[in-house]
C-alpha cells in the first residue's frame, strides 16, 4: 500500500524538480503559475494590474482589442482571482481557436476551480476527442476522476490512451502517460501492478531515468531499502553524465539514508533492472 505521505502528485513534484520536464498531475498548474506572483504583490501592484485589465477591458468592449490584448487581460484577471470574468473571455477564445488545445485545458482548469467538475470534465473530453494521448488533459481528468470516486474509470481511460501511444511504435507522449498509470495504479492501492508497469517503461525507454526513479519510491514506500537502492543506483547509470555526482539523486538518497549511492564510485554493482518479459506492448 502506498506511504500516506506519497500523494498523487508526489511522484511527479519530485522529479519535475529538475529531473524532468512531465507537468505534475496535481491540477492548477497554470492557475498556480499566474496567481503567484499576485501573492506576494503588494496592494499598490494589484492597484496597477486593476487599471490595466480595466483598459483592456474597455478596449475589448470597444472591438479594439487584438489577440495579444486578449491574453494579456486573460492572465490579469485570473491572476485577480476574477475567473468568472476569466471564463466569459476564454470560452470564446476556445472556440475560435480549437488547435490552441492549451486555451480549453485553462478553461477545464478555471471550471474546476469554480467547483463546476462537470464543465471541466466537458472541455478535457473536447481535447481528449480530438488529441486522445494528450497528457495534460488526461491528468487533469484522472484528477477529476479521483475527486469523484471513479479511479477505475481513470485508470482505464489513461490505459486505453497508452495503449494508442504504444501501438502500432512507440510515441513520445507514451512516457508520460505510462507515468501517470503507474500513479493512478498506486493511487489505487495495486503497489504490484505500478512496479510492473516501472519495469516495462524502463524496458522502453531505456535512456529515461523516470520510470527507475518511480520505481525507487514505490519500493522506499514499501520499507523495500535494497530494491529502492538498486532501482536509484541504476537510474544514476542513465544519467548523461553517471560518473558524474548528481546532486538531486544524491539528495534523494540521502533523504532515504542510502549514503552509498552519493558516491558513483562505491555505487552497488547490481545487474540492470528489466521486465521478466520486455515488451513495447500497453501494461
Known sequence: MPSPNRSLPGL???LAAGLVGVLALGGGWWLGQRQSSTQASADPKRTLLTKEATRLRLRLDADEAGP??????LELLVA??????????LEPMADREPERWS????????????????????ELRQILNLRPTQVEAL??????????????????RVKAAYGMATKPDVQPEALGIGLLLAELQLKRNQAATASATYLQL?????????????????RHDQGDAK????????ARLRSPNPDKPDPRLDKLAASWGLEPLRSPSVAP?????????????SP
Open 12 to 14: 511527479w513534484s519530485l
Open 68 to 73: 495579444a490584448d486578449r491574453q494579456r487581460l
Open 80 to 89: 485577480l482571482d476574477r475567473k468568472a470574468e476569466a471564463i466569459s473571455l
Open 103 to 122: 486555451l480549453r485545458l485553462m478553461l477545464a482548469e478555471l471550471r474546476r476551480d469554480q467547483g463546476d467538475r462537470s464543465g471541466a470534465e466537458r
Open 139 to 156: 491528468q487533469l481528468l484522472s484528477l477529476l476522476y479521483l475527486e469523484q470516486g471513479r479511479g477505475a474509470a481513470a485508470e482505464a
Open 202 to 218: 524502463a524496458n522502453v525507454f531505456p535512456q529515461d531515468q523516470r520510470p527507475l526513479l518511480g520505481l525507487a519510491m514505490l
Open 227 to 234: 530494491g529502492s537502492q538498486e532501482a536509484l543506483a541504476q
Open 269 to 281: 554493482k547490481s545487474p540492470p533492472v528489466q521486465a521478466s518479459e520486455p515488451s513495447r506492448q
